[in-house]
T-cell receptor
Framework: ETGVTQSPTHLIKTRGQQVTLRCSSQ?????VSWYQQALGQGPQFIFQ???????GRGNFPPRFSGLQFPNYSSELNVNALELDDSALYLC?????????????FGNGTRLTVT | DQQVKQNSPSLSVQEGRISILNCDYT??????FLWYKKYPAEGPTFLIS?????DKNEDGRFTVFLNKSAKHLSLHIVPSQPGDSAVYFC????????????FGKGTHLIIQP
């Protein structure tokens, strides 16, 4: 059983640019969510996708958007990058068999905005 | 406003002893609680969870206790081992729908030989 994989592991972008981060869900998982973890903080919920539709969102502006594909892989897109977007971006997958199923995280993408 | 609080940024425990990590929450709508462990350069790893209908859940060396009236949960690790040295995050979910997890800031557990 493969776990959650994310690419790239590290990325450096300039303020104002756009970035796409990618994630492959754990086998058998049909729900994917994305989190942002700033230095010294816990992960913060960005949004969640189920059956290719966004079905939950945290307190992030619309320039954070995503996609989920039929094979349950996912993308996180961030437009008009700001310096404060520098963080570790974590993808997590889970099953929808009952609400109380834990999330399984990938190792993250470290984004640096200069 | 932090809805999930881990008030101890770090905790040092001797190998073989019990480690107790604490977490407080403010949102009474939370109904599912989880603990994650994180090593540097890795993503959080799920450890154990508890539903609000229970007050205790045990898995091997790990036990989570939930006190709903105090809005407090704790993770007990016994006996503590060197490999337990990591950052531990408390997380909560609730309110219905496809809500995400709300995390605390984490506690860095250091197991000393």
């Amino acid at each position: 059983e493969t776990g959650v994989t994310q690419s790239p592991t590290h990325l450096i972008k300039t303020r104002g640019q756009q970035v796409t981060l990618r994630c492959s869900s754990q086998s058998g998982h049909n729900t994917v969510s994305w989190y942002q973890q700033a230095l010294g903080q816990g992960p913060q919920f960005i949004f969640q996708y189920y059956r290719e539709e966004e079905n939950g969102r945290g307190n992030f502006p619309p320039r954070f958007s995503g996609l989920q594909f039929p094979n349950y892989s996912s993308e996180l897109n961030v437009n008009a990058l700001e310096l404060d977007d520098s963080a570790l971006y974590l993808c997590a997958s889970s099953t929808q068999k009952g609400r109380n199923s834990p999330l399984h995280f990938g190792n993250g993408t470290r984004l640096t905005v200069t | 406003d932090q809805q999930v609080k881990q008030n101890s940024p770090s905790l040092s425990v001797q190998e073989g002893r019990i480690s107790i990590l604490n977490c407080d929450y403010t949102n009474s709508m939370f109904d599912y609680f989880l603990w994650y462990k994180k090593y540097p350069a890795e993503g959080p790893t799920f450890l154990i969870s508890i539903s609000s209908i229970k007050d205790k859940n045990e898995d091997g060396r790990f036990t989570v206790f939930l006190n709903k009236s105090a809005k407090h949960l704790s993770l007990h690790i016994v006996p503590s081992q060197p490999g337990d040295s990591a950052v531990y995050f408390c997380a909560a979910r609730g309110g219905g729908g496809a809500d995400g997890l709300t995390f605390g800031k984490g506690t860095h557990l250091i197991i000393q030989p």
